[in-house]
């Protein structure tokens, strides 16, 4: 039996992507696979006795070292912000290409905790910064200088001691361009060295929680608890800044989708599901109902996603276990049908993410297809016609085609780049300024307007001599030619409407990075965790890839 | 040191805030990227073309011949290239192409490599007494090291070059005769067994 992909006029609805679900295909998740027989190690810890200073962590097979350099640093109170505007952090971060030398350190003490306004060199390949969750920070030193574990009920309720609030990789700031390292095959799959850089920051943080206490009551003090570590991750504030990468990354966002998309096509195609399969879909199934149940938000509309999420699983649950049975033809496919009548979209691709856990085989090949060579596709067959263009936006933007941009709703917002901080926001173009100065993101309403003009031109026209009198228009018929060859490469909504919801934007891109228990705190930020549950460095080497739904939390 | 990315971003940002589109933008960042890091001055030129920009008019040329003189301004570095690229294919057939007066013509010069990626084909680019050799863009091959600012292009000279070897026959047959000498005889009974052994042909 051949199963169609989904359609992207579906799938790549902004309401449909905010739903999407960590997998077996997520960043994290791949990225401990990759690296679980490299040799870790904590190769300087020198810290005072309430924690600032210096430390080094490195990843290391063969010839090969990747170092974290830690710079833990006082702050005081009224300094801690989260906001992306702030300038000091408890504590900054380097990974290091190579082992440091003593005058790498000194020259990154000097940069790193200045962040965007430090400056990097080649060595280093990503940076990120990271504030303390003072309450349970607090909380843990104290239990653990006592002699005692710490209240797992807080510890819950965070699921972190530290949460970064940006992590910066490919050539920014003076880092290392990806050209220089992306034939190493340890990080072909998307963000690898960034994923490595948070999951060693976890290690940080526990060491150094440990390390504090132990100073403040060196007779009492103990350790925390490993299976309390490996139930804590890192949090990640998230704000807009993520969200054009996913726009401008056309062919990476499709190779992303199309992996995903792929594996489920496969593995509806399965004619004979093994019952080994079967029972380990229905366990990761069942355990991850924890995930749901222990996703905590203020925020009411991930609330009322969260509520209709449990509701549905339940109904599925009990369909599975009482009117379905595994050993009839294409399982999957009949559960994938049965979703499509039954779930909302929250649900649908929870079961998408979770139908992927039994099928290494599947998954694996794919994630070595998540890269792209973007520049590849970047110039525009100039010899094809303005009917062939026509007939591409007809097809693979028809939905758009429909959006009227004269009413005030769909034309509502503006994305810019702020001028104090380098970052994108959006805003009202009828209440704030600068509209003039708008980035090329909102590709839906360009769209519009360029198969307007192809309307009213001659259909044999070559595109070489339609951009002569159209340069306004070739950024977007750039998109139209790629979206040709890559069906998933586009976001199929109106990035400027009124009733657009960035923070879908942001979990899609934080779903494939295997975040869990998405926190909005407002329609323009969020907050997450990355890494809770998943194996400490020193038990990578035999560890259960479906640790994710075997936290405590 | 800047990175690449960092030299992409700001040129195409820079590009956009002198009034071109969003789209040339994005070409001109990427063309930026790779003068430097072909070792060319990309940042310098741009910035220098950009600074000029403000006090003096340049002349767009969007459809591109054989020969294309300007009449009394020079032409735009960033459109003259942008037409090529885009017209390259229709343009292939006349061989040469001439062009009077490009500016900061450094900045035409990407245009020419990815055109050579485009049609498959090495181009020489002649600005005055320098010489490109543009490989399929992936490299350039030139006489011109300095690295600093060229003002103006007078005359500028763009030949197709055929694909054909760059070398003799006599001089081919002489090296593979060489390789020849890493090959093993097969026996009887091997040829026998090679692929579609077995079979009839006349089927």
């Known amino acids: 039996m051949q199963v169609e992909l989904r359609d992207p006029n579906v799938i790549m609805k902004l309401s449909r992507l905010g739903s999407f679900h960590q997998s077996k295909l997520s960043f994290l998740r791949s990225f401990l696979k990759e690296f679980k027989d490299w040799e870790y190690k904590r190769d300087l810890f020198n810290l005072d006795e309430f924690g600032y200073g210096v430390a080094v962590y490195s990843f290391k097979k063969k010839d090969r070292i990747y170092s974290l350099i830690c710079f833990a640093n006082k702050l005081d109170e009224n300094e801690r912000s989260d906001r992306v505007i702030a300038t000091k952090w408890d504590a900054a971060f380097a990974l290091h290409d190579g082992v440091p030398t003593k005058k790498d350190i000194e020259r990154l003490k000097n940069e790193v905790p200045k962040q965007e306004v430090g400056r990097l060199s080649y060595k280093e390949l990503t940076l990120s910064r990271a504030n303390k969750s003072v309450r349970v920070y607090n909380h843990v030193v104290e239990s653990l200088s006592k002699g005692i574990q710490p209240d797992l009920n807080l510890l819950s309720k965070v699921g972190y001691l530290y949460r970064t609030t940006a992590v910066y990789g490919s050539g920014k700031f003076g880092l290392a361009d990806r050209f220089r390292i992306k034939n190493r095959k340890e990080i072909y799959g998307p963000f690898r060295l960034e994923m490595m850089l948070v999951y060693l920051v976890r290690q940080f943080t526990f060491d150094q929680v440990n390390h504090v206490a132990k100073n403040k009551n060196p007779k009492k003090a103990v350790n925390l608890d490993p299976q309390i570590c490996k139930n804590l991750g890192i949090g990640n504030s998230t704000g807009l800044g993520m969200a054009p990468f996913i726009v401008n990354h056309p062919t990476l966002l499709n190779n992303w989708i199309y992996a995903r998309e792929m594996a489920l096509k496969k593995i509806r195609e399965i004619r004979n599901i093994k019952t080994e399969h079967s029972d380990l879909f229905k366990i990761c199934l069942k355990k991850s109902i924890k995930n749901i149940t222990s996703w905590n938000t203020e925020s009411e509309y991930q609330q009322k996603k969260i509520k209709s999420l449990l509701n549905d699983l339940n109904i599925f649950i009990n369909f599975l276990e009482k009117k379905f049975n595994f050993s009839k033809e294409f399982a999957f496919n009949e559960i994938y049908l049965w979703l499509e009548k039954n779930s909302g979209d929250e649900c649908i691709e929870y079961i998408v993410s979770m139908m992927m856990e039994p099928y290494d085989d599947i998954i694996n090949p794919l994630i070595n297809k998540m890269n792209s060579e973007e520049e590849k596709y970047f110039n525009i067959p100039t010899d094809r016609t303005v009917s062939e263009l026509k007939t591409i936006l007809e097809n693979k933007y028809s939905k758009i085609l429909n959006i009227n941009f004269s009413k005030k709703e769909n034309n509502q917002n503006f994305w810019f780049i702020s001028k104090n901080k380098e970052e994108p926001r959006l805003a009202d173009r009828f209440m704030e300024q600068g509209s003039e100065l708008e980035q090329p993101l909102a590709i839906a309403r360009d769209i519009k307007k360029l198969y307007d003009v192809l309307s009213v031109s001659k259909n044999s026209l070559t595109i070489d001599k339609f951009l002569v009198n159209n340069s306004d228009s070739r950024h977007v018929v750039r998109r139209a030619f790629i979206i040709e060859k890559f069906p998933y490469s586009e976001i199929q909504d109106n990035t400027i409407a009124q009733s657009m919801m960035p923070i879908d934007m942001l979990r899609l891109k934080l779903s494939f990075f295997g975040a869990i228990k998405f926190d909005p705190r407002s329609d323009k930020w969020l907050r997450i965790c990355m890494f809770q549950g998943a194996p400490l460095p020193e038990q990578l080497k035999n560890y259960d890839d479906h640790w994710i739904y075997n936290s405590l939390n | 040191m800047k990175s690449l990315s960092e030299i992409e971003t700001v040129s195409k940002r820079s590009c956009r805030a002198t009034g071109f589109s969003w789209g040339i933008a994005e070409e001109v960042g990427i063309n930026t990227r790779m003068l430097e890091m072909f070792g060319l001055s990309g940042i310098k030129n741009l910035n220098h073309y950009f600074r000029v920009r403000n006090v003096k008019k340049f002349e767009k040329l969007n459809l591109v011949s054989k020969e294309n ?85 007078s005359n500028v000279l763009i030949k197709f070059q055929e694909n054909k070897d760059s070398f003799e026959e006599n001089e081919w047959r002489e090296l593979y005769k060489l390789s020849e000498n890493t090959f093993v005889e097969e026996s009887d009974s091997l040829k026998q067994a090679g692929a579609g052994a077995g079979l009839t042909d006349n089927d």
């Open chain 2, 69 to 153: 003189k300007t009449s009394k301004l020079e032409f735009c570095p960033i459109i003259a290239g942008l037409s090529f690229l885009d017209q390259v294919r229709s343009l292939e057939s006349f061989r040469e192409i001439k062009f009077e007066k490009i500016a900061y013509p450094l900045l035409f010069l990407p245009f020419v490599s990815r055109a050579s990626e485009v049609i498959g084909k090495k181009l020489q680019l002649k600005i005055d007494s320098r010489v490109f050799l543009l490989n399929y863009n992936n490299s350039i091959y030139s006489n011109f090291l300095n690295e600093g600012i060229i003002d103006v292009g």
